[in-house]
């Protein structure tokens, strides 16, 4: 096998924009390496050891000569990688990231313990994979991370001769091309997506291959808009589970400001007719209150409302779905929770990370209707425009690969949808976390003083404590009963995302108790003192019952980091929602009562969580078939439709 015929040079040979086609379904991606043969490369590169940095540039100049033999090529390549990594960070990659490395080089998913060095991992990967001239996206679960990871691995980059950047929400168009020429670019999955989006809207299908790629290639006509992308050839996601499956619920919807003064008018109206409205008798709520329905007798109230002069805005279905969508906005959505109020704007929060998530807002006039509610300036209400999913974006890449701390329990879904393997790369160390046993209590307003009790008694022995909640309302509740007790903390949550680092770079210390709404992919350690970790390393106290048992891991996996010490635990509510909903009220009151039998509560959790995550995958496999049934698969066009 040539070199060529292994890695996707872009260009003549594969197209003017290089990407998979997926309309048959997930890619048969290739068999590769066995494991014991991943393993013999790891052995042979950590023997090979690092190589002087004055060195590289004539080790980089020779890999030319090794082009026919693709084993040979890849050693030599990954043991440069490794050397520029020791020399620009001052420490020498280990073995297990070596095999991760290669596992991710072979279009697989890493499983890597928490603190083990996955972004080292990648960092190699991505480079060996730019050595050989593909363009990698090495996908990160926030701006924050995208722009420090591209500054911090400046230096290796520049040792192996290559160009690295970043992509952020708030880069134009020109930057984001200039970032995305560079030999490895960090961006978040919704950038990437989005972009892809906006390209698949300017290329033109009249046009032959041919003519296109002269196109392209001829200087860009006056008032002539230019893709940024230069195709998909290479994706590496940090935090792979999170993107392909947490954050693949929900379509991503390319969307334009449309709207009127009479529209506003229009949802005011709707509103104000929403807030007359009695539960059981004029509507009626959905599971999880995300779906409200007129009754009869609503829709009847109706007739008070003055019929608008418009031809939709006067229509009866039109006034009614108005009405349904206000009823969401007011009772189905909380501050707090699903939103946040912050420089007279409304920020959405991304249930995953917890943090604000700029730039993105409701379609359908939802989002205005919330403004209305909150009583802040509106915005122009979004018109779709284009959209695709996860599962339709990321399986068009022509290599696919990932690295996290908690696949395993998503292995298969990811091999049906992406065609991804998993393989488990082995700890260096064995953990040396303790784990006290589950404990639940009836209600949230007797679970916040005894978090607060415990977390109290962790301080004082000089240990650092990070507690985590669902909500943002949590956080605050359970921030305003440390302060009454006049314990010292910090919270993060989508109120105070913008100054994580400085959160995080503290949370290590000394009698230090952080509150936050959650820490699956923000992808920051938190660096213990050396006198907490000789009374225990960082205590991890989850308060917050998650749809899936593998965000579970990701927030606890947060104690006990490289083989350190440290403990975690979970203090649970019977009021939590997820509880609320699988669980009937009088299974919930014997569970939380006074002498519930050990293991109990440790079951019905597992139960839960075992429940949830089906119907979210049901609705994941749902999302997909209806993106492919309306043959919205990002096929270029004029319309956009994809």
């Given at each position: 096998?040539?070199?060529?015929?292994?890695?996707?040079?872009?260009?003549?040979?594969?197209?003017?924009?290089?990407?998979?086609?997926?309309?048959?379904?997930?890619?048969?991606?290739?068999?590769?390496?066995?494991?014991?043969?991943?393993?013999?490369?790891?052995?042979?590169?950590?023997?090979?050891?690092?190589?002087?940095?004055?060195?590289?540039?004539?080790?980089?100049?020779?890999l030319s000569s090794l082009a026919g033999e693709p084993e040979a090529w890849l050693l030599e390549a990954t043991v440069l990688a490794a050397s520029a990594l020791a020399a620009a960070l001052g420490h020498a990659p280990h073995r297990q990231q070596l095999f991760a490395a290669r596992v991710l080089l072979d279009d697989r998913l890493a499983e890597m313990?928490?603190?083990?060095?996955?972004?080292?991992?990648?960092?190699?990967?991505?480079?060996?994979?730019?050595?050989?001239?593909?363009?990698?996206?090495?996908?990160?679960?926030?701006?924050?991370?995208?722009?420090?990871?591209?500054?911090?691995?400046?230096?290796?980059y520049s040792l192996l001769g290559l160009h690295v950047d970043c992509v952020t929400q708030s880069m134009d168009a020109a930057r984001r091309r200039q970032a995305y020429a560079a030999h490895v670019t960090y961006c978040t999955a919704k950038e990437l997506a989005f972009d892809y989006l906006r390209d698949a809207m300017l290329r033109t299908t009249d046009?032959?291959?041919?003519?296109?790629?002269?196109?392209?290639?001829?200087?860009?006509?006056?008032?002539?808009?230019?893709?940024?992308?230069?195709?998909?050839?290479?994706?590496?996601?940090?935090?792979?589970?999170?993107?392909?499956?947490?954050?693949?619920?929900?379509?991503?919807?390319?969307?334009?400001?449309?709207?009127?003064?009479?529209?506003?008018?229009?949802?005011?109206?709707?509103?104000?007719?929403?807030?007359?409205?009695?539960?059981?008798?004029?509507?009626?709520?959905?599971?999880?209150?995300?779906?409200?329905?007129?009754?009869?007798?609503?829709?009847?109230?109706?007739?008070?409302?003055?019929?608008?002069?418009?031809?939709?805005?006067?229509?009866?279905?039109?006034?009614?779905?108005?009405?349904?969508?206000?009823?969401?906005?007011?009772?189905?959505?909380?501050?707090?929770?699903?939103?946040?109020?912050?420089?007279?704007?409304?920020?959405?929060?991304?249930?995953?990370?917890?943090?604000?998530?700029?730039?993105?807002?409701?379609?359908?006039?939802?989002?205005?209707?919330?403004?209305?509610?909150?009583?802040?300036a509106a915005t122009r209400r979004n018109s779709p425009h284009s959209q695709t999913t996860f599962q339709r974006f990321f399986p068009r890449y022509l290599r696919l690969a990932g690295a996290s701390g908690t696949v395993r329990e998503a292995a298969r879904e990811l091999r049906q949808v992406y065609g991804l393997r998993l393989v488990l790369v082995p700890?260096?160390?064995?953990?040396?976390?303790?784990?006290?046993?589950?404990?639940?209590?009836?209600?949230?307003?007797?679970?916040?003083?005894?978090?607060?009790?415990?977390?109290?008694?962790?301080?004082?022995?000089?240990?650092?404590?990070?507690?985590?909640?669902?909500?943002?309302?949590?956080?605050?509740?359970?921030?305003?009963?440390?302060?009454?007790?006049?314990?010292?903390?910090?919270?993060?949550?989508?109120?105070?995302?913008?100054?994580?680092?400085?959160?995080?770079?503290?949370?290590?210390?000394?009698?230090?108790?952080?509150?936050?709404?959650?820490?699956?992919?923000?992808?920051?350690?938190?660096?213990?003192?050396?006198?907490?970790?000789?009374?225990?390393?960082?205590?991890?106290?989850?308060?917050?019952?998650?749809?899936?048992?593998?965000?579970?891991?990701?927030?606890?996996?947060?104690?006990?980091?490289?083989?350190?010490?440290?403990?975690?635990?979970?203090?649970?509510?019977?009021?939590?929602?997820?509880?609320?909903?699988?669980?009937?009220?009088?299974?919930?009151?014997?569970?939380?009562?006074?002498?519930?039998?050990?293991?109990?509560?440790?079951?019905?959790?597992?139960?839960?969580?075992?429940?949830?995550?089906?119907?979210?995958?049901?609705?994941?496999?749902?999302?997909?078939?209806?993106?492919?049934?309306?043959?919205?698969?990002?096929?270029?066009?004029?319309?956009?439709?994809?």
């Amino acid at each position: 096998m040539t070199l060529a015929a292994r890695w996707p040079f872009p260009g003549l040979a594969w197209g003017e924009y290089p990407e998979q086609d997926v309309r048959a379904g997930a890619p048969r991606r290739p068999r590769r390496a066995g494991i014991r043969a991943l393993h013999r490369f790891a052995d042979a590169a950590a023997v090979a050891g690092t190589v002087p940095a004055d060195e590289l540039p004539r080790r980089l100049a020779a890999l030319s000569s090794l082009a026919g033999e693709p084993e040979a090529w890849l050693l030599e390549a990954t043991v440069l990688a490794a050397s520029a990594l020791a020399a620009a960070l001052g420490h020498a990659p280990h073995r297990q990231q070596l095999f991760a490395a290669r596992v991710l080089l072979d279009d697989r998913l890493a499983e890597m313990a928490t603190g083990e060095g996955k972004t080292a991992a990648i960092a190699m990967a991505a480079a060996v994979a730019a050595l050989a001239s593909t363009p990698v996206h090495v996908v990160t679960a926030n701006d924050y991370l995208a722009e420090r990871d591209a500054v911090r691995l400046r230096p290796f980059y520049s040792l192996l001769g290559l160009h690295v950047d970043c992509v952020t929400q708030s880069m134009d168009a020109a930057r984001r091309r200039q970032a995305y020429a560079a030999h490895v670019t960090y961006c978040t999955a919704k950038e990437l997506a989005f972009d892809y989006l906006r390209d698949a809207m300017l290329r033109t299908t009249d046009l032959s291959p041919l003519e296109r790629r002269a196109r392209r290639l001829a200087a860009p006509a006056p008032g002539r808009s230019q893709p940024v992308l230069r195709g998909l050839c290479m994706a590496i996601l940090d935090e792979a589970d999170t993107v392909l499956v947490d954050e693949a619920r929900v379509p991503l919807v390319l969307a334009r400001a449309e709207g009127s003064a009479l529209e506003e008018a229009f949802h005011a109206g709707a509103l104000a007719q929403a807030r007359e409205l009695e539960a059981g008798t004029h509507y009626e709520s959905g599971a999880e209150g995300r779906r409200f329905v007129l009754t009869p007798a609503g829709r009847q109230r109706l007739a008070r409302w003055p019929v608008a002069n418009h031809p939709l805005l006067g229509h009866r279905v039109h006034r009614e779905n108005a009405v349904e969508l206000a009823l969401l906005a007011l009772h189905g959505l909380q501050r707090d929770r699903d939103y946040v109020v912050r420089e007279g704007a409304v920020a959405l929060v991304d249930e995953t990370t917890g943090r604000a998530a700029a730039g993105r807002a409701w379609s359908a006039g939802l989002h205005q209707l919330v403004e209305l509610k909150e009583g802040v300036a509106a915005t122009r209400r979004n018109s779709p425009h284009s959209q695709t999913t996860f599962q339709r974006f990321f399986p068009r890449y022509l290599r696919l690969a990932g690295a996290s701390g908690t696949v395993r329990e998503a292995a298969r879904e990811l091999r049906q949808v992406y065609g991804l393997r998993l393989v488990l790369v082995p700890r260096r160390t064995p953990s040396r976390v303790a784990s006290p046993p589950l404990a639940l209590w009836p209600d949230s307003a007797a679970l916040w003083p005894q978090v607060a009790a415990r977390a109290r008694a962790l301080a004082l022995q000089g240990r650092a404590v990070l507690v985590g909640t669902e909500t943002v309302a949590q956080s605050e509740a359970l921030s305003a009963v440390l302060a009454a007790q006049g314990l010292p903390h910090r919270v993060l949550n989508a109120r105070q995302d913008r100054e994580e680092s400085e959160l995080i770079a503290r949370a290590g210390q000394a009698g230090c108790i952080t509150v936050a709404t959650s820490m699956a992919g923000r992808g920051t350690d938190i660096l213990c003192a050396p006198e907490v970790l000789e009374r225990g390393g960082l205590h991890v106290i989850l308060c917050q019952l998650n749809g899936s048992a593998r965000i579970d891991r990701q927030f606890l996996g947060r104690a006990g980091r490289q083989g350190q010490p440290g403990s975690a635990e979970r203090m649970l509510a019977a009021d939590f929602a997820l509880l609320q909903r699988w669980c009937p009220a009088w299974w919930r009151r014997w569970m939380a009562r006074p002498g519930a039998p050990a293991g109990l509560a440790k079951i019905t959790v597992a139960w839960v969580q075992f429940r949830q995550s089906f119907t979210d995958r049901y609705e994941r496999v749902k999302l997909s078939r209806v993106a492919s049934e309306e043959e919205r698969d990002l096929a270029f066009s004029r319309t956009g439709a994809a």
